[in-house]
C-alpha cells in the first residue's frame, strides 16, 4: 500500500470547518483512500473512503485532488467531540486477503477549541 | 457503538502467564482482524481471519496465536507475556473479504504485563 503524509497536528475553532490534509504521491489507480479517527483510547472509527470521486457522508467531505497524489478531509462544522487523531490511509481494495488489513501511520491530531 | 465485542475490557497479569482475548464480530460479519496499539509502535495489524480460516498475517509474534470459532467468534491467545505485550488490542470485523469497505472496531482490551 502506498505511504501516506499527514502533519503531526492542527486545531480549529468550534463551529468552523476542519481541513485536514494528506499526502499520497505514490497511490496507485486501484488504490483508495480511507479515514478513520481514534478517540483518545477508543476504538478506530470509520469516517469515509474514495477512489478519485469527491466523496461526502453525514459525518465529511473527501476532497481528492484531480492527480490523487492528496486529498482533504474535511469536518464541515467541527465540535469539541471531534477532538481525536485522525488516520489517512491508503489501500487496494482486491481479493487478495493480504490486502485487507489496514495500515495506520501516525495520524494528525486535531484539536478543537471552544 | 460499532457492533463490535471485546472481552474483557481490562486485563492485568504478570509476565510469563498466559491470556486470552475474545472478541464477536458485528453480526453477518465474516472476517474478523486483529490489531495492536502499543505506545511506540503504534496501530499495528496483527491478523485476520475469514469464515474460519486464517486470510493474513502482519506482525504477529509465534507467542501469539488466534482462531475464529464456527459462530464467527474470534480468540487472540498471548502466551509467555513480556513486559513489552502491554497495549491495547483491537478486533474488528467487515462484511467483505475482498479487501474493501470498512472495518468496524470493538472497544479494544487493554492489556497489563506486569
Known amino acids: 500500500d502506498a505511504k501516506t503524509t499527514q502533519p503531526t497536528s492542527m486545531d480549529c475553532a468550534e463551529g468552523r470547518a476542519a481541513n485536514l490534509p494528506c499526502n499520497h504521491s505514490t497511490i496507485s489507480g486501484n488504490e483508495y483512500v480511507y479515514w478513520y479517527r481514534q478517540i483518545h483510547s477508543q476504538g478506530p472509527q470509520y469516517i469515509i473512503h474514495g477512489l478519485k470521486n469527491n466523496e461526502t457522508n453525514e459525518m465529511a467531505s473527501l476532497i481528492i485532488t484531480e492527480d490523487r497524489k492528496s486529498s482533504t478531509l474535511i469536518l464541515p462544522h467541527a465540535t469539541l467531540r471531534d477532538t481525536a487523531v485522525y488516520y489517512c490511509?491508503?489501500?487496494?481494495?482486491?481479493?487478495?486477503?493480504?490486502?485487507?488489513?489496514?495500515?495506520f501511520g501516525k495520524g494528525i491530531t486535531l484539536s478543537v477549541r471552544p | 457503538d460499532s457492533g463490535v465485542t471485546q472481552t474483557p475490557k481490562h486485563l492485568i497479569t504478570a509476565t510469563g502467564q498466559r491470556v486470552t482475548l475474545r472478541c464477536s464480530p458485528r453480526?453477518?460479519?465474516?472476517?474478523v482482524y486483529w490489531y495492536q496499539q502499543s505506545l511506540d509502535q503504534g496501530l499495528q495489524f496483527l491478523i485476520q481471519?475469514?469464515?474460519?480460516?486464517?486470510?493474513a498475517k502482519g506482525n504477529i509474534l509465534e507467542r501469539f496465536s488466534a482462531q475464529q470459532f464456527p459462530d464467527l467468534h474470534s480468540e487472540l491467545n498471548l502466551s509467555s507475556l513480556e513486559l513489552g505485550d502491554s497495549a491495547l488490542y483491537f478486533c474488528a470485523s467487515s462484511a467483505v473479504v475482498l479487501g474493501g469497505g470498512e472495518q468496524f472496531f470493538g472497544p479494544g482490551t487493554r492489556l497489563t504485563v506486569l
Open positions: 481471519y475469514y469464515n474460519g480460516e486464517e486470510r
Open positions: 453480526s453477518g460479519d465474516l472476517s
Open positions: 490511509i491508503v489501500r487496494v481494495e482486491s481479493f487478495a486477503g493480504a490486502n485487507s488489513k489496514l495500515t
